[in-house]
């Protein structure tokens, strides 16, 4: 077995490990913003913040997710 090969398997499971996370911080984004917006006195800022910062994440989402789909038009 090539160095290499055992290389890319780890890179590969870096990757999917690091689009876990992302996945999850931006579900929980999604729940932080729900309970914010529900409360009586809404902070607009907050949620502004917490949108941008979860649009950065799915950003990062796709970015991660090319990374492990080869691509298919090349």
């Keep these: 077995m090539d160095g290499r090969h055992s ?3 780890l890179d ?3 990757l999917r490990h690091r689009l876990q996370q992302l996945q999850t911080e931006h579900r929980d984004l ?9 409360q009586p006195v809404v902070d ?3 949620i ?3 949108k941008k910062r979860k ?3 799915k950003d990062e989402i796709q970015k991660v ?3 492990l789909l ?3 038009i090349a």
């Design 7 to 9: 290389s890319d398997s």
């Design 70 to 72: 080869p691509d298919i």
């Design 48 to 50: 502004q913040r917490l």
């Design 30 to 38: 999604d729940d932080v913003i729900a309970r914010l917006a529900a």
């Design 44 to 46: 607009q800022l907050q």
């Design 12 to 14: 590969q499971a870096q």
């Design 55 to 57: 649009l950065a994440l």
């Design 65 to 67: 997710e090319n990374l």
